[in-house]
């Protein structure tokens, strides 16, 4: 008799496998639907942490026009103004693949660092879109940029888990 595998170890039909990464970003970017209460907004970009992740742990698992799509997604359900995501979410994408193309090898600070870089364009250039110049909302924004870089490794190690079992 063969022993069985735990229902977590399961092979993912492959459909399913390509759909994954796509999938997981989506769900982070419907977090910020939920209904939180808080006093300051600073809730991290879920979707662009784990799209970041993607790229960094596992860069073959989403094309590079992908970002485009996710971040269109993201400015439905966030209520960014349209566009933006799009944007930002490209560029920070592009960022991240010209680094990596002079950077070759790295460790895992070295992705940290470079998603940090990432992270922080792409809210401030959020905070531009989204509002007036004379608001005075860089303090909130500061401390909105220090958590999301702090909670991206949470993002890469739910990524790496997850395509450890999409690899399965």
């Given at each position: 008799?063969?022993?069985?595998?735990?229902?977590?170890?399961?092979?993912?039909?492959?459909?399913?496998?390509?759909?994954?990464?796509w999938a997981?970003?989506?769900?982070?970017?419907l977090?910020?639907?939920?209904?939180?209460?808080?006093?300051?907004?600073?809730?991290?970009?879920?979707?662009?942490?784990?799209l970041?992740?993607?790229?960094?742990?596992?860069?073959?698992s989403?094309r590079?026009?992908?970002?485009?799509l996710?971040?269109?997604?993201?400015?439905?359900v966030?209520?960014?103004?349209?566009?933006?995501?799009?944007?930002?979410?490209?560029?920070?994408?592009?960022?991240?693949?010209?680094?990596?193309?002079?950077?070759?090898?790295?460790?895992f600070?070295?992705?940290?660092?470079?998603?940090?870089?990432?992270?922080?364009?792409?809210l401030?250039?959020?905070?531009?879109?989204?509002?007036?110049?004379?608001?005075?909302?860089?303090?909130?924004?500061?401390l909105?940029?220090?958590?999301?870089?702090?909670?991206?490794p949470?993002?890469?190690?739910?990524?790496?888990w997850?395509?450890?079992?999409?690899?399965?």
């Amino acid at each position: 008799m063969k022993p069985s595998r735990p229902p977590f170890e399961e092979p993912l039909p492959a459909g399913r496998a390509r759909l994954l990464p796509w999938a997981t970003v989506m769900a982070g970017s419907l977090v910020t639907i939920l209904p939180w209460d808080a006093t300051l907004p600073l809730l991290p970009p879920v979707g662009l942490l784990i799209l970041l992740s993607w790229r960094l742990l596992a860069p073959l698992s989403l094309r590079v026009w992908a970002p485009a799509l996710l971040g269109l997604f993201d400015d439905l359900v966030s209520g960014q103004p349209i566009g933006s995501a799009m944007l930002l979410w490209t560029l920070a994408y592009f960022l991240v693949d010209a680094i990596d193309a002079r950077s070759g090898v790295r460790d895992f600070a070295q992705s940290w660092a470079i998603a940090a870089l990432a992270i922080g364009l792409a809210l401030v250039g959020g905070r531009l879109a989204a509002t007036p110049f004379g608001a005075h909302v860089d303090s909130v924004l500061l401390l909105q940029i220090m958590m999301s870089v702090l909670l991206f490794p949470a993002a890469a190690r739910l990524v790496a888990w997850i395509d450890l079992r999409r690899a399965l």
